[in-house]
Structure formats: C-alpha cells, structure tokens
C-alpha cells in the first residue's frame, strides 16, 4: 500500500544496493578489512577510544591516545607499519608506556619481547640490575617457582635465592640416597 501511496520508493532492493554500493567502497578504499595490520589499528582504537573495551583503563583510561594520522588514515599506518619491520609475527609497542601511539613512540617486536613489558610483570634486582623475574631465571636455567618462594616466602634476598645450587640426590642401588653432587674430600 505505501508503495502506491508515493511515500516508499522501493520494496527494500534499494537499500540493498546503497549498502552493497557503500561496503564496495569502503573495501576499495584500503582491501585490508580482515588482514592482521588492521585488526591491529582496530584494536588500538578499541583500548583508547570504546570505555566498554576491556582493556580500556589500562589505555584510554589512562589517557593514551592515537595520533591523528593514524586514528584517521588507515593507509598512513599501514605505510609507517611497513617502512619499519612490520612482519606477521611481531606486535605493536609503545616505547614509552605512558606515552601515546605514534610513530615517534612505537616499533614493532615479538610476542616474548612483549610479555616482558607489562606493568605486571614482577621485577627484581640482581647483583646491581634491574631484570624482569621470568626473564632472569630462564636465563640462568633455574625453577621460578622455587626460587621466587625462596625470596618471597623465605625470605631470601636475590642474589642469594637465583645463586643457590641445591643437592642433587639419587637412590643408590640398595634403595639408599647418596648425594650427587656432594664432594668429599680425601685425606
């Protein structure tokens, strides 16, 4: 009835083809809708600008910001991103944490570079430096977990708890324990 009224031009095909016509456009525009780098951008603007994103006082809330260019521009960042070291394997970060996402202020690095930058990541010092907990205990090949007790339950001081070599020991073969690595001396 409303169509021979004169009021609706159309049966609904019309905003089919405007929204057909409008999301061809917006592909061309760019063609990365869906591709990694721009799930990137997505996200960055999800964490700064949408107070219903999760993450968003760790980020917006805290007043970090994307530059103009970028928030406006997908293609800008786009060419920034790859001009400097963008590969599918790498993320985003920003070199000073309070700092906003620009290009002055991000490099891209790997998933492990990243993890050892959160705010929450339990720091300690070690003969005079500063080291990310996890990180200085893979690197000297021992358990985190025995030796974050020996600081944190014990009462250990650091140098003292990641030096600490413990007594291997081992069942002898009469079902006894010997002490692996203990040495005696001969007199």
Known sequence: MKL???RTISCGC???ERMKTYTD???KKHGDTGKRLYYILSGMKRRCYSPSDKDYH???GRGIRICDEWRNDYSVFKEWALSHGYEDNLTIERIDVNGD??????KWITHGEQSLNTRTNYHVIYRGKDYVFAQLCKEK???YHSTYNRINVYGWSVEKAVDYKPLLIEKNHTGGFIQKNHRCQVK
């Open 58 to 60: 760790n980020y917006g």
């Open 141 to 143: 090949g021992i358990k």
């Open 14 to 16: 019309a905003k089919v």
């Open 4 to 6: 021979f009224s004169g």
């Open 25 to 27: 456009i917006y592909r």
């Open 101 to 106: 996402y620009c290009p002055e202020n991000c």
